[in-house]
């Protein structure tokens, strides 16, 4: 079934975006020495798709997500949604109702990205694509 969202409130770029960010985090594989953190992923997103990312909070949590600006309109596009599955998700980040947008707050860019696993990261997804 397609719901409303899908049907009313996204357009067909931002469900692009949606589709090939799922797409990127399926090619990686989670490795059993070193834990993947959304900081790194959410960048390595980014990065393949050209879309902006966002350091800062998900409710209490340290978290980083990206933004899809289609015109006026920005979504969040979480790569890796604390506490919620799916774990890629499109947010509607205008509908004054839906309160899970106002648990994502910008706050201060991240100075402990671990370089070796964002461009490893961008390497597969870049292949899988």
Same mark, same amino acid.
């Given at each position: ?35 993947? %953190? ?10 393949? @798709? #050209? +879309?902006? *990312? ?29 506490? %919620? ?10 509908? @004054? #109702? +839906?309160? *899970? ?29």
């Amino acid at each position: 079934m397609k719901g409303y969202s899908f049907k009313h409130i996204f357009n067909s770029t931002e469900l692009s975006f949606l589709a090939l960010a799922e797409l990127c985090v399926a090619a990686v594989e989670d490795p059993s020495e070193q834990t993947i %953190r959304c900081h790194e992923l959410a960048r390595a997103v980014g990065t393949v @798709l #050209g +879309l902006d *990312h966002v350091d800062g909070k998900y409710g209490a949590v340290e978290h980083t997500w990206l933004l899809t600006q289609v015109g006026p309109r920005r979504c969040i596009l979480d790569v890796y949604c604390a506490g %919620r599955l799916p774990m890629v998700q499109l947010i509607d980040a205008h509908s @004054l #109702g +839906l309160l *899970h947008r106002e648990q994502y707050r910008p706050g201060s860019a991240r100075n402990d990205i671990n370089r070796d696993t964002l461009d490893a990261l961008i390497r597969v997804m870049r292949r899988a694509l």
